[in-house]
């Protein structure tokens, strides 16, 4: 019993591969990163797209509504390319609500791509978690600049979540709680945003 990941569709990663060589192809660094490591992974019968796992977004008037997991829209497949001691990077690929059209979003450099790694290697060492079986996501607000990672439960009420910092790796301070706690923590927030955002289009 521990962290398990997603199992993405063929489709999705026939569109991770498809963005991936065309990105490489541009960027000869990152390439030659990406290629190093699929020789590496190639040679210890791994895949390269390791940690593949589902990206959940939520509106703010979602938020401000309440509701929990039902709130919570799934949009797409989030793979890590290199791990931190690489310089982290992750392939990102987006599909529609019926989850039939995939599209190669991104290859992202950004912070929160190390912070994932670290998460997982965190997050996997505590008993709590070991003790019983989450699926590894992320939860990303980009209104709120908010990433967050999602444990998810068979039963709902079981959900962890853990919000990152850019800046700052995961440590026992950052506390883990229930995603009904996390989105209610969110709502005063998301309530002035949207007020903002209406005062401007007036």
């Known amino acids: 019993m521990a962290i398990t990941f997603a199992r993405p569709s ?3 990663l026939r569109e991770l591969d498809r ?11 990152l390439g030659g ?16 797209d390791q940690l593949p796992h ?3 977004t939520i509106g703010l008037e979602d938020l401000v509504a309440g509701g929990g997991r039902s709130r919570l829209k ?14 982290a990077s992750a392939g990102e690929v987006y599909f529609d609500e019926g989850g039939q059209t995939h599209t190669f979003a991104e290859v992202n450099l950004g912070p929160f ?11 996997s060492k505590s008993r709590k978690i070991q003790a019983d079986d989450y699926e590894f996501s992320v939860i990303r607000i980009p209104a709120l600049y908010v990433f967050a990672v999602w444990l998810q439960h068979k039963e709902p009420e079981k959900d962890l979540v853990v919000i990152l ?8 301070r950052r506390k883990l709680r229930t995603l009904e706690a996390f989105l209610s923590a969110l709502r005063k927030e998301a309530r002035k945003a949207l007020k903002a955002q209406r005062d401007l289009a007036v």
Do not use: H, N
Request: net charge positive; hydrophobic share 45%.
């Open 74 to 87: 799934l949009i797409g497949d989030r793979y890590i390319l290199e791990g931190a001691e690489g310089g």
């Open 165 to 172: 910092d850019a800046k700052q790796p995961l440590t026992a």
């Open 10 to 12: 063929a489709e999705s």
């Open 33 to 48: 990163r990406l290629k190093a490591r699929a020789r590496a992974a190639a040679a210890a019968s791994a895949p390269l």
């Open 113 to 123: 791509t190390r912070r994932t790694v670290e998460a997982v290697a965190f997050l």
């Open 54 to 56: 589902k990206i959940y």
């Open 19 to 29: 963005g991936v060589r065309k990105v490489s192809s541009v960027d000869t660094e």
